[in-house]
């Protein structure tokens, strides 16, 4: 009936806390600020802007929207199929409500999005779909690949780009394809992968304090 139609969200996730939230956006902040002016993100700038001159300011470029989370299963309130599964597994049901440490282990910009790998535990991939790692050209990609924090949209982008951009590094790299290393910062070592996709592995991951629950809307 309707009622049980209402009672499967938008989507499930790890919901950051607010206090982590802030020291992961403060980190992301100073990282594009950096980015934005090391020589080869300006050798590449093209990528961001389609004309080889103009200037890019990456904290304007990328718009932030709602509380950082890292979505399990995307539902559309029971549309998408197998979320209904997804909401009844026992894993979920059990979980649900109860507080997690999550691992961001690197950040990465493209042209589209900004985000915050999250590696994640065997306890926290025993709630992470099947098939997340399905879509695109990523098909042989471990579990938990796509997990991710969206940080950032270029305008016109949708959040579900975030973890596809995710999938493409990973792929490339899966293919061999190591990336040219540009620098070792503060941070973390920073790798360009072409096509304006930039990784950087943090050197101490970021260990975040996450609620697993879910989003109406
Ligand atoms: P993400 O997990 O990368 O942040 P929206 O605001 O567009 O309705 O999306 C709500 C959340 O669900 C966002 O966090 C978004 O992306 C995620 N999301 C939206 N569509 C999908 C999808 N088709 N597959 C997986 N996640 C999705």
Redesign the pocket.
């Known amino acids: 009936g309707s009622l049980e139609e209402m009672s499967i969200p ?2 499930f ?1 790890w919901f950051l806390l607010s206090s982590i939230q802030d020291k992961v956006r403060c980190t992301s902040m100073d990282f594009l600020k950096t980015l934005d002016t090391l020589e080869a993100f300006k050798k590449h700038l093209i990528d961001f802007t389609g004309k080889a001159e103009k200037e890019v300011d990456l904290e304007q470029y990328f718009q932030a929207k709602g509380t950082l ?1 890292c ?1 399990t299963e ?1 539902c559309d309130y029971g549309k998408v199929e197998g979320s209904k599964e997804y909401a009844n597994n026992p894993a979920v049901k059990e979980s649900y409500g109860s507080a997690f440490e999550l691992s961001l282990s690197a950040l990465f910009v493209t042209p589209r999005t900004v985000g915050a790998r999250v590696s994640l535990s065997e306890e926290q991939l025993l709630l992470w779909p099947a098939d997340a790692e399905k879509e695109g050209e990523s098909a042989s990609l471990p579990l938990g690949s796509r997990a ?1 924090v ?1 940080l950032g949209c270029a305008e016109g982008v ?3 780009q ?2 596809l951009d995710l999938l493409q590094i990973l792929a490339l790299q899966q293919e061999g394809q190591q990336g040219e290393l540009i620098e070792e910062m503060e941070l973390g070592s920073l790798t360009y992968y072409g096509e304006g996709r930039w990784l950087l592995g943090l050197r101490e991951p970021i260990c975040a304090p996450a609620c697993f629950s879910s989003f109406y809307g």
Do not use: N, R, S
């Open positions: 938008l989507y996730g989370h979505t995307f991710h969206t949708e959040p579900v975030t973890g």
